[in-house]
């Protein structure tokens, strides 16, 4: 089946400083990629939703200033977490569309983001 | 827009029993139906889906759902867990392959030897 990896799975960072997340399909192009937040013991949330070329759409309440994506390919997709705080610790998760018509989409395994 | 309501958090349930997972939907149109299942500080991992067709599918690990549009239901049954079933479920809806996935809350699975 189709793969969606993430790079880093783990990463701490100070607060302050920037991170960036890669999402990448490994097997198949994407034309459109999501990025989810999941905090503790809850559901995931949409984020913004990434179409290769174009600007991404980001959900109401989502500072597109702070999370910064790049969907440059047809394979990569990424997020970067500008001036990160604390509050912004969480599990972040990516998921990618085929053009196969599957109407699945495919998850990465996710990365957990904590800030000092 | 739509949305999906799985109303319980946290299902215990002893080894080799049965178990059902509840998820209602709610949506204007024709949606799209997931469960995907995460076990602790993993992704999400497709469990199985309902696009067209059976309203009865099954994945392979012996879990199985029933597409119920007049009770817009898609709840998730196994007739016997097993200890390794123990994962947060989460019930999903989408409009299409390129629509944004709207998930449940999430019902913990609890598999007590």
């Known amino acids: 089946g189709a793969v969606v990896s993430q790079h880093p799975s783990r990463v701490i960072c100070k607060s302050g400083t920037s991170v960036k997340i890669e999402c990448r399909s490994l097997d198949f192009q994407a034309t459109t990629m999501f990025w989810y937040r999941q905090f503790p013991k809850k559901s995931l949330m949409l984020m913004a939703t990434?179409?290769?070329?174009?600007?991404?759409?980001?959900e109401q309440g989502v500072e597109k200033d702070k999370f910064l994506i790049n969907h440059a390919s047809l394979t990569l997709s990424t997020l970067t977490v500008t001036s990160a705080h604390p509050e912004d610790s969480s599990f972040y998760i990516c998921?990618?569309?085929?053009?196969?018509?599957?109407?699945?989409?495919?998850f990465g395994p996710g990365t957990r983001l904590t800030v000092t | 827009a739509q949305s999906v309501t799985q109303l319980d958090s946290q299902v215990p349930v002893f080894e080799e029993a049965p178990v059902e997972l509840r998820c209602n939907y709610s949506?204007?149109?024709?949606?799209?139906l997931f469960w995907y299942v995460q076990y602790p500080n993993q992704g999400l991992q497709l469990l199985l889906k309902y696009l067209s067709g059976s309203t009865l599918v099954e994945s392979i690990n012996g879990f199985e759902a029933e597409f119920n549009k007049s009770q817009t239901s898609f709840h998730l049954r196994k007739p016997s867990v097993h200890i390794s079933d123990t994962a947060e479920y989460f019930c999903?809806?989408?409009?299409?392959?390129?629509?944004?996935?709207?998930f449940g809350t999430g019902t913990k699975l609890q598999v007590i030897p």
């Open positions: 990434s179409n290769e070329g174009s600007k991404a759409t980001y």
């Open positions: 998921s990618a569309s085929s053009r196969d018509g599957s109407y699945e989409q495919y």
């Open positions: 949506s204007s149109v024709s949606v799209y």
């Open positions: 999903a809806v989408t409009l299409g392959g390129y629509q944004k996935v709207t």
